[in-house]
């Protein structure tokens, strides 16, 4: 039987900047979901990519006296080392500016045109060059983006528009049908209330920009970002040249994001797609907004939080960990470097890593490396702890609840950690005669670890890869579901202490 599918998105992201948390958020995220549902026996698509058109690519690029293609080349080439340091297993990337995409961005707009979706007029109005867009509503002064924060410029021109106003009682009752189609819930409110304010067409082209793709009706104008943007969920699977791959990944199952963009993937996005008569996403998720040290990340500030130097601390994993961990998934939060060594130290060093070193150790040990025989004891408590595991997570990772399935499986990291307490295998190894329960108690420690290993392994491959490599395993080739049986630790298996996961790190 074909396997189900499953496409995820992230933002293509704007190479005005380099990679930093806030980037790396979305796309951890995505990475986590896809390598979950891979787990489960879905086949998956995971797009991310570069956003390199527009203004405010042309000015940067002018800025540092580079051509706007030389600078889109350097920051996707920092996308694909930032990336591969975060161990993301994108199926594809994406860039704006490949002939894939802009030749069918070509055939887009003239689809539309075609269509009588799109009608040239005037604008007259204060944009915003950050983001790319007209301010609501006219003022006498320029005023500051509600997006951004930054001034508007003045600008008046003539270019296409965007029927958009058409598309309102759709789109309303498209979200009746659908109201799962934006989480978190109160931003799905939000988006129907100014919708049901009223839309207004958009302009879709603009004649005074260079670096943009070629409209094929007007030779004076040039698409400007989003209708360019959105389509490359499209463009990238196949869209007007493979109809096959198209409907394979078609439509999208999550679109990931933050709140600032939820308008352009909540809105404009579904309204285009009607107009071009394709189905809708099925899913926009907008999470929150990371600051750093309870301060705005701003390149005047210049306090990203550098992937980089994070891994070099603690290692790719321990920041995928804390990041998801940290936040919950939808909700705003601070990134605050005693935090993130709080959790090393006491979740990643203290729980899992201790549990991992002091198992393999007592099984070394007592047990000259041999994963002994359960026969005492076939199940037991942590059998107990962990029959829920595939439901409560498959449940949060259903809703991207991703804080609540990491809380979940520490919970059980720990029940481990109080099992050993319990039993205290270092006094049942002096009696002879309870060798048959050391046996018992030292498998179920194990299995426990097998157990983790597959848990945590879309948050943290490297440390899984690590885990099973110690228990002496290969690759799983079972769906999780069917993976996480209890019992299917085989005893006789010989085991591998290696150095210790995580180690401590000294208090600041
Ligand atoms: N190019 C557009 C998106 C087009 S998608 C068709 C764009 N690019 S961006 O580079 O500005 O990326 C914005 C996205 O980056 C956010 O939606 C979010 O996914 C991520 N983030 C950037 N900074 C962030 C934080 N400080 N906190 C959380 N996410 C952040 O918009």
């Not at 099925?282 to 301060?295: D, L, P, R, S, Y």
Request: glycine share 6%; charged share 25%.
């Amino acid at each position: 039987m074909a396997r189900t599918s499953f496409y995820i998105t992230t933002p293509i992201y704007y190479v005005t900047a380099q990679p930093h948390i806030g980037t790396a958020y979305t796309t951890i995220a995505a990475d986590v979901l896809a390598r979950y549902k891979r787990l489960c026996g879905y086949d998956v698509h995971f797009l991310t990519g570069t956003d390199e058109h527009g203004l405010k690519v042309q000015r940067a690029a002018e800025e540092l006296g580079i051509s706007p293609g030389e600078l889109a080349d350097t920051v996707v080439q920092q996308y694909h080392e930032a990336w591969k340091l975060l161990n993301i297993s994108h199926n594809d990337f994406i860039r704006t500016t490949e002939a894939r995409h802009e030749r069918i961005v070509q055939q887009i707009f003239q689809k539309l045109y075609d269509l009588g979706e799109l009608y040239l007029g005037q604008y007259r109005g204060w944009y915003c060059v950050s983001c790319e867009s007209f301010m609501k509503g006219s003022s006498e002064d320029a005023p500051i983006c509600p997006d951004c924060g930054r001034p508007s410029e003045a600008n008046s021109e003539a270019c296409y528009f965007f029927r958009l106003s058409n598309y309102q009682e759709r789109l309303l009752e498209f979200y009746d049908n659908h109201p799962d189609f934006l989480r978190p819930q109160s931003r799905m409110n939000e988006v129907r209330a100014r919708v049901e304010d009223g839309l207004r067409d958009l302009s879709v082209t603009r004649s005074t920009l260079e670096w943009a793709v070629p409209i094929p009706f007007d030779s004076d104008h040039r698409a400007y970002v989003w209708i360019d943007a959105l389509s490359n969920y499209i463009t990238a699977i196949g869209y007007g040249v493979d109809n096959d791959t198209f409907k394979r990944w078609w439509p999208a199952d999550v679109h990931l994001m933050a709140k600032d963009i939820i308008w352009f993937h909540a809105v404009i996005w579904p309204c285009i797609l009607m107009a071009l008569d394709l189905d809708l996403p099925k899913k926009v998720f907008a999470h929150g907004w990371w600051t750093h040290n309870g301060e705005k990340m701003s390149k005047s500030k210049g306090n990203f939080v550098n992937p980089h130097e994070v891994v070099a601390e603690y290692g790719a994993d321990a920041l995928r960990y804390f990041i998801l961990r940290e936040l919950t998934f939808g909700m705003d939060g601070d990134y605050r470097d005693a935090a993130m060594h709080q959790r090393y130290n006491a979740e990643l060093a203290g729980d899992l890593g201790n549990l991992v070193f002091r198992v393999l150790s007592m099984i070394e040990r007592y047990f000259d490396g041999v994963v002994p025989d359960p026969q005492a004891e076939p199940a037991g408590a942590l059998a107990e702890a962990a029959a829920s595991l595939y439901e409560d997570i498959d449940r949060h990772m259903g809703e991207l609840q991703f804080s609540r399935a990491l809380e979940r499986i520490w919970a059980f990291v720990r029940r481990a950690n109080q099992y050993i307490e319990e039993r205290k295998p270092w006094q049942l190894a002096k009696e002879e005669t309870r060798r048959p329960e050391l046996a018992a108690v030292m498998y179920h420690l194990a299995e426990a670890l097998r157990i983790l290993a597959l848990v945590i392994a879309p948050t943290m491959p490297v440390t899984s890869a690590r885990i099973r490599e110690q228990l002496g395993l290969g690759e799983e080739t079972k769906e999780l579901k069917d993976a996480l049986a209890w019992g299917l630790l085989p005893s006789g298996q010989h085991i591998t202490r290696g150095e210790p996961l995580f180690p401590k790190k000294d208090e600041t």
